[in-house]
Each structure stands twice: as structure tokens, then as C-alpha cells.
């Protein structure tokens, strides 16, 4: 597997991901001309190969916007999530993987300097609030789809990037745990319903439209600002 992304290009590149003492497999693509790159944090039980946040990937680089889906954790690591369930809620690991693959990003030398986004889904949208967080305006904006951000806990206050909250219509509890953590944020966000979708957004068109405000919502906030 490739270790470092140097060549753009429209069709996804394979990378391994450095993080601590594990490696994290991924995948990246960078269109042409592309005015960011979306970072994926997956959520539980999930991985690199979930179909509704491919969709989402192909979506945003229809739009110009470059994607890394990757593994937030490695292989020996879901073998024991899988067993015990342990991991998937720890989400300040998550987080920290988070930022390591940004940091893994900038330092590729032909994209490394494209502004960063993030796309978390379930519990990646907590972490993905809460790398957010850590990181400060090296993050652009943020999408949760489906997400909990109430398990950033404190650190919604401390998030700046514009953040875009979408949640199905017919998930009353996530509904619930979305508005409250949507009050305790401070930087421009929006919470959208998506009318008549469930938590997996398997209903017809559903997936659809959160494809399309992700898209917008990037396309408006991650350019450089003037």
C-alpha cells in the first residue's frame, strides 16, 4: 500500500494512515481543481466501507470536493471492538485518530495545503466535533449525518468551524440529542431535518439529500475566506 499521496487524481489511491503505534488503512481522492478535502469519521461498527458515506465521498467530489474515508480503527483493534463493543464509543480515540489523519494529510506535499472539512457519521460526529475542537480553524466545516454530537460533551463549545447538523425526520431520540447539542454550539451552524428518513437513511431520496446539503455546505465554508 501506498504511504504518501504526492500524484492528484479523480480515481481513489490507496494510503496506510500512521497513527501512534497502528496504521489505518484509507482511501483518498483529490479531483481536479478540488477546493478542500473531507476527512470521513465512520460510525460504530463501521469502516472505510460504509455505503452511505461512500455515496456521500462520490457526491462531494462530483462537486469539487476531495475525500479521505479511512479506518478509524485498525485491524487487531475491530477484532476486539467486535467482541466487546469497547471502542466505538471511546471518543477521544477516535478523535485523536482524527487529527492524526489531518496531520498525515498536511503533510502531503501536492494537496497538503487544501482546506480541511469533516464528515462524521453516528458517533464519528462527536468525534469529529471534538477533533474539531483540537484543532481550531485548521478545520474549515463540519457535517454530522445522523451523529451524536452530544458525546463531544464540553468541547461543542469550543468548536469554530461552521457546522451543519442532519438528522432523519423519524429518529426522535437522535432528533433530541441533536438539538441540545446544536444549543450548546457557538459558531454558525444549522440543523436540518431530513423529512421522512430514519437513522440510517435508508428511505428513498433521503441519503440523497444529505449528500446534497453536505455538499453545499462545504462548497460554501471551506474555500479560503476574503
Known amino acids: 500500500m501506498a504511504t504518501s499521496a504526492d500524484k492528484s487524481s479523480s480515481a481513489g489511491q490507496t ?3 500512521p497513527a501512534g503505534s497502528v496504521r489505518l488503512s484509507g482511501e483518498l481522492t483529490i479531483p481536479a481543481d ?3 478535502v473531507v476527512l470521513f ?3 460504530s461498527g463501521s469502516s472505510r466501507h460504509s455505503p452511505r458515506n461512500r455515496y456521500v465521498a462520490r457526491t462531494l467530489c462530483d462537486a469539487k470536493i476531495g475525500t479521505l474515508l479511512f479506518d478509524l480503527l485498525s485491524l487487531d483493534e475491530e477484532a476486539v471492538d467486535a467482541s466487546t463493543g469497547e471502542l466505538r464509543f471511546d471518543i477521544g480515540l477516535l478523535a485523536r485518530r482524527l487529527e492524526e489523519a489531518t496531520h498525515w494529510l498536511r503533510r502531503q506535499s501536492k494537496f497538503g495545503g487544501l482546506p480541511v472539512g469533516y464528515f462524521g457519521a453516528s458517533t464519528g460526529g462527536g468525534a469529529a466535533l471534538v477533533a474539531a475542537a483540537a484543532l481550531g480553524d485548521e478545520v474549515r466545516a463540519v457535517v454530522s449525518r445522523g451523529g451524536r454530537p452530544d458525546l463531544a460533551g464540553d468541547a461543542l ?3 469554530r468551524a461552521p457546522t451543519l447538523l442532519l438528522v432523519g425526520g423519524l429518529d426522535g431520540p437522535v432528533i433530541r440529542m ?4 446544536f444549543a ?3 459558531c454558525t451552524k ?7 428518513a430514519t437513522h440510517l437513511f435508508e428511505e428513498p431520496g433521503t441519503l440523497e439529500a444529505v449528500a446534497q446539503h453536505a455538499a453545499a455546505w462545504f462548497r460554501r465554508h471551506l474555500p479560503e475566506r476574503v
Not at 444549522?190 to 421522512?196: A, G
Open 15 to 17: 494510503v496506510e494512515i
Open 34 to 36: 478540488a477546493l478542500g
Open 41 to 43: 469519521a465512520h460510525g
Open 157 to 159: 463549545g469550543a468548536v
Open 178 to 181: 441533536n438539538q441540545e447539542a
Open 184 to 186: 450548546r454550539l457557538s
Open 190 to 196: 444549522e440543523l436540518t431535518i431530513i423529512p421522512n
